[in-house]
């Protein structure tokens, strides 16, 4: 404003803005949308922020500013020394102790290139994470010159080195894993080494890997006592839950092939699931010796002993 040019002070005023990014604009549709909002800012630049937020009336806090938390800020930059009569003027660096905001994004213009700096809240912010950030930001800026029209939802955060530290560098998850090891003793094993660890979370309900490992095998028994073995199909109707879990886990020990039969199909393709069960029809592995047989229980009955199997609980 030319009516404060001669005048000594720090006359500015916070500009608060918002940029919608509905739709998943361009990048050249983005900066047309950033132009008209800086534009219509700009309009209005002499209301001081302070009635801005006496109008918005913002839910306020001592932890964070008012209306924002991100601020932006662009400089040019001034002559580092100059001369007066008897005397010579230099900037200094200032430090800062403290931030008002989250973020600031601090711009200068230096003619041949714009530098940057970025000042933020050690209480929310790591330095680590703030340099990935700016790194970031490097990236981003760089997609937005280089594909002008790509839209702004698939533009990279990411550059090569550090997307394949994180899809590969980080997913390096390769262990040695018993081939020849079946599933249900693998739950064994963890329930052995780990019984008290959780093994399964339904709609509020839990069990512990021991407490599953236990009523798994009363299922098992139950189902051996009823006939199941090898090549014989189980008919399992059981909405998702944790009984569900039990009740492959003890067919699994049997040991048997589970045939859902949900409890919420039409009844008519529950009872077909339970008929092919009772006809083996799928049910045990291919070519088994035996060929294939099948069993529908409703519960377990009484614990039978069962060689190499854990006596029911």
Same mark, same amino acid.
Do not use: W
């Given at each position: 404003?030319?009516?404060?040019?001669?005048?000594?002070?720090? !006359?500015v005023n916070t500009l608060a803005m918002r940029v919608q990014l509905d739709g998943a604009p361009s990048v050249a549709q983005l900066l047309e949308r *950033?132009?008209?909002?800086?534009?219509?800012?700009? /309009?209005?630049?002499?209301?001081?922020?302070?009635?801005?937020?006496?109008?918005?009336?913002?839910?306020?806090? +001592?932890?964070?500013?008012?209306? !924002?938390?991100?601020?932006?800020?662009?400089?040019?930059?001034?002559?580092?020394?100059?001369? +007066?009569?008897?005397?010579?003027? =230099?900037?200094?660096?200032?430090?800062?102790? /403290?931030?008002? !905001?989250?973020?600031?994004?601090?711009?200068?213009?230096?003619?041949?290139?714009?530098?940057? =700096?970025? $000042?933020?809240?050690?209480?929310? @912010?790591?330095? =680590?994470?703030?340099?990935? $950030?700016?790194?970031?930001?490097?990236?981003? +800026?760089?997609?937005? *010159?280089?594909?002008?029209?790509?839209?702004? =939802?698939?533009?990279?955060?990411?550059?090569?080195?550090?997307?394949?530290?994180?899809?590969?560098? @980080?997913?390096?998850?390769?262990?040695? !894993?018993?081939?020849?090891?079946? $599933?249900?003793?693998? @739950?064994?094993?963890?329930?052995?080494?780990?019984?008290?660890?959780?093994?399964?979370?339904?709609?509020?309900?839990?069990?512990?890997?021991?407490?599953?490992?236990?009523?798994?095998?009363?299922?098992?028994?139950?189902?051996?006592?009823?006939?199941?073995?090898?090549?014989?199909? *189980?008919?399992?109707?059981?909405?998702?839950?944790?009984?569900?879990?039990?009740?492959?886990?003890?067919?699994?020990?049997?040991?048997?092939?589970?045939?859902?039969? &949900?409890?919420?199909?039409?009844?008519?393709?529950?009872?077909?699931?339970?008929?092919?069960?009772?006809?083996?029809? &799928?049910?045990?592995?291919?070519?088994?010796?035996?060929?294939?047989?099948?069993?529908?229980?409703?519960?377990?009955?009484?614990?039978?002993? /069962?060689?190499?199997?854990?006596?029911? &609980?």
């Amino acid at each position: 404003r030319a009516e404060v040019e001669p005048l000594i002070g720090f !006359f500015v005023n916070t500009l608060a803005m918002r940029v919608q990014l509905d739709g998943a604009p361009s990048v050249a549709q983005l900066l047309e949308r *950033v132009k008209q909002v800086a534009l219509g800012a700009y /309009a209005h630049q002499d209301l001081p922020f302070e009635q801005v937020v006496e109008a918005l009336k913002p839910v306020r806090s +001592l932890a964070h500013s008012p209306v !924002f938390q991100a601020m932006l800020t662009m400089n040019v930059a001034s002559e580092q020394s100059q001369q +007066l009569p008897g005397l010579t003027l =230099s900037g200094m660096e200032q430090s800062v102790g /403290a931030t008002k !905001f989250d973020l600031t994004l601090a711009l200068l213009d230096q003619g041949e290139e714009i530098g940057a =700096s970025i $000042i933020y809240a050690s209480d929310l @912010f790591e330095a =680590s994470s703030v340099a990935r $950030i700016g790194s970031m930001l490097v990236t981003l +800026l760089c997609a937005m *010159v280089a594909t002008p029209q790509e839209a702004t =939802s698939r533009l990279p955060l990411l550059d090569a080195a550090q997307r394949t530290r994180l899809l590969d560098s @980080f997913n390096e998850t390769d262990c040695a !894993f018993p081939e020849q090891a079946t $599933i249900h003793n693998l @739950f064994a094993a963890q329930a052995q080494a780990q019984p008290e660890a959780p093994a399964v979370v339904c709609e509020g309900r839990y069990l512990s890997y021991g407490e599953l490992e236990r009523r798994a095998n009363q299922v098992a028994h139950g189902l051996l006592a009823r006939g199941a073995g090898p090549g014989v199909a *189980v008919a399992l109707c059981v909405e998702r839950s944790v009984e569900m879990v039990v009740g492959l886990l003890g067919i699994l020990k049997a040991p048997g092939g589970a045939r859902p039969a &949900g409890a919420r199909r039409r009844p008519r393709r529950g009872g077909g699931a339970v008929r092919r069960a009772q006809r083996g029809d &799928g049910g045990g592995p291919a070519g088994h010796p035996e060929g294939g047989r099948g069993l529908c229980a409703a519960r377990p009955a009484q614990p039978a002993a /069962a060689p190499g199997l854990p006596a029911a &609980g």
